[in-house]
């Protein structure tokens, strides 16, 4: 769990995802879109860190997104956010993006 805090506090976006997850793809390309560039940190070959996630109540345990060392939630809450427009706030209150 320390190493995913860690990961997660080093850069204001953060994505944990896996290669073949559609919903992880949809959210790297949506942060990208917004203007962000996200740490990504694939799970693939990792059980252990895709454990440490859900243990820090990452459910389901990808896409995991972090902004501002902060978990933000899953591609649902992502989307949600982004939908009522909170979503470029936080980005832009972590540094991620300027504008």
Same mark, same amino acid.
């Given at each position: 769990?320390?190493?995913?805090?860690?990961?997660?506090?080093?850069?204001?976006?953060?994505?944990?995802?896996?290669?073949?997850?559609?919903?992880? #793809?949809?959210?790297?390309? &949506? !942060?990208?879109? &917004?203007? @962000?560039?996200?740490?990504? #940190?694939?799970? +693939? #070959?990792?059980?252990?860190?895709?454990?440490? &996630?859900?243990?820090?109540?990452?459910?389901?345990?990808?896409? @995991?997104? !972090?902004?501002?060392?902060?978990?933000?939630?899953? @591609?649902? +809450?992502?989307?949600?956010? #982004?939908?009522?427009?909170? &979503?470029?706030?936080?980005?832009?209150? @972590?540094?991620?993006?300027? !504008?």
């Amino acid at each position: 769990m320390d190493r995913v805090k860690d990961l997660a506090s080093k850069k204001a976006a953060v994505i944990f995802t896996k290669s073949s997850c559609c919903m992880c #793809h949809s959210i790297k390309a &949506l !942060f990208y879109d &917004l203007g @962000a560039s996200p740490a990504i #940190h694939e799970v +693939d #070959h990792d059980a252990d860190m895709e454990w440490a &996630l859900r243990r820090l109540g990452c459910n389901p345990a990808v896409p @995991a997104v !972090f902004v501002g060392g902060k978990y933000i939630g899953s @591609a649902k +809450d992502v989307i949600s956010l #982004h939908v009522d427009g909170s &979503l470029k706030q936080k980005l832009i209150e @972590a540094r991620a993006i300027w !504008f």
